[in-house]
Every structure is written in structure tokens, then in C-alpha cells.
């Protein structure tokens, strides 16, 4: 089966699947795209990797392919990763984390559950934690308010519009900030509460787009445009950060 390579950062034209491929000791979730194609082709843009493949070629085969071209994959990604722009986040007590856009000071809290409150997120931890522990406090609490906030907004803007999808689930994808599927399954990357609403609101808009033009047409754009009217200025602005990291504050 030949193989087509490509760069480029357009959005990828229809996706049907979101399969995943490990690849040495990564896993990476992919967008699968089905065409009239002759032959599986790897795009490496804005959206991650995206595989295209003729409609009679079976996923075994396109396993194949991707291991085949493994190195080729990661070394890409790892290009692209590159080019963000912003910094990551420390994990340990007297940093600063970034909630909604703005900063949190991580600090150790006398109380048995994580609180936050007037610029601070008391950890129930001591001073010298080490980064592992904090980390592993302050993203279950992020993951927690990430499901709430995201539920909320997505129930709004689709209410709106007269949209709707069969579930909101939170990923941890390295190179997706959201995906929805045909069924209707909104998946959206927990990562994105460290951001501003407007950004989040941008992501679930465009996923919720999905549900009614399940590609990137002019049509899909269109949709994408009525739910957030400003969604191109926060498409840029979300390019700089990279969705499998925290940035820094």
C-alpha cells in the first residue's frame, strides 16, 4: 500500500473516526478521514495527525502504515510541538498555575480536600511535597472543575443552537484539544480549563459544529461562526498553546 506524507496546516477535510496507534512508548490519537483516495496518505497540521484512506482499506493495513512510518510521525509531531510558543508550568508549592486564564498560587491547605479562593488553590499537602504529589492533587481537582465548567457551557451553546450531543466526555489527548464523533460523543480535552472561557467556548463550538456538518466545509465554518462570531481570532490565539501541557503564568 503506498504511502502519502504531507505538511500543512489547513483544517483536514471530512473525519469519520478518532482510532488511536502506539507508537514506542507513545499513544497518540488520530483523525481518520475515508475518501475515494488509492492510497493511505499522513497529513501532520494544526489538528495533529490526520490519515487518509481509500474506503476498502482495512484498519489492520492502515496499522501497518503508521507503524511503517513511526519515526517519521514522531519526529513531526515533536517539530510541531516545538513551535508553541508558551512556556509549561512548575509543579510544586509557590508556583503558579493557570485556571480559566488566570493565576492560581499552589500553596499547602490545612483541610482534607483541595479549596480555592482569592488567587490561591490550597492543596491538602505539606510545604516540601514533592512535584509528583502536587501534580497529581492539583490536576484532579482541575479535571473536576474542567467537567463541570465544560458541561455547563456545552449544555448552553447547544441549547442555543438546537444541538444535541449524546455526551460530554473529558480527553487527555497529546494533540487534539476536541473531537466529536458520528455517534455524537463530544470528547473535549480537560487541559482547556487552564484557559479562558472564550477559548474553551471556541473548542466546544467547533465540536458541536460536527454535529451538524461532520467535516471542515464552508458549511462547517458556517456553523462554527453562528456559536462563536469571533471563533477565528481564538483559533489563532489557541495555536500558540499545546494541548498535552499546562502553560505557564
Known amino acids: 500500500m503506498p504511502l502519502q506524507l504531507e505538511l500543512g496546516f489547513d483544517m483536514p477535510a471530512p473525519l469519520t473516526a478518532l482510532p488511536s496507534i502506539t507508537l514506542g512508548d507513545q499513544t497518540l490519537v488520530y483523525r481518520l478521514r475515508r475518501s475515494q483516495r488509492r492510497s493511505i496518505g ?11 484512506a481509500p474506503h476498502w482499506v482495512g484498519q489492520a493495513d492502515i496499522d501497518r502504515a503508521l507503524i511503517e512510518k513511526g519515526r517519521w510521525i514522531l519526529r513531526k509531531l515533536h517539530e510541531w510541538r516545538a513551535r508553541t510558543v508558551a512556556p509549561q508550568a512548575h509543579w510544586q508549592m509557590g508556583a503558579r498555575l493557570a485556571y480559566l486564564g488566570q493565576p492560581l498560587l499552589l500553596v499547602p491547605g490545612s483541610a482534607r480536600s483541595v479549596q480555592c479562593a482569592h488567587g490561591e488553590l490550597r492543596l491538602p499537602l505539606p510545604a516540601d511535597a514533592p512535584a ?29 443552537h438546537g444541538l444535541k450531543p449524546l455526551r460530554i466526555v473529558l480527553s487527555a489527548a497529546s494533540t487534539l484539544w476536541g473531537s466529536c464523533t458520528a455517534r455524537g460523543v463530544v470528547r473535549l480535552n480537560w487541559r482547556l480549563i487552564h484557559h479562558p472561557l472564550h477559548l474553551i467556548d471556541y473548542v466546544i463550538a467547533h465540536e458541536l459544529a460536527h454535529l451538524a456538518e461532520m467535516n471542515h466545509s464552508p458549511a462547517f465554518w458556517a456553523q462554527v461562526a453562528r456559536m462563536d462570531p469571533d471563533y477565528a481570532a481564538a483559533r489563532a490565539e489557541l495555536r500558540k498553546y499545546r494541548p498535552d501541557c499546562a502553560p505557564a503564568v
Not at 499522513?42 to 487518509?52: C, E, K, P, Q, Y
Not at 492539583?138 to 442555543?160: G, I, Y
Open 42 to 52: 499522513l497529513r501532520i497540521g494544526d489538528d495533529g495527525l490526520t490519515v487518509s
Open 132 to 160: 509528583a504529589r502536587v501534580h497529581a492533587c492539583a490536576c484532579a481537582w482541575l479535571r473536576t472543575e474542567a467537567l463541570l465548567t465544560f458541561h455547563a457551557r456545552t449544555d448552553r451553546l447547544a441549547t442555543a
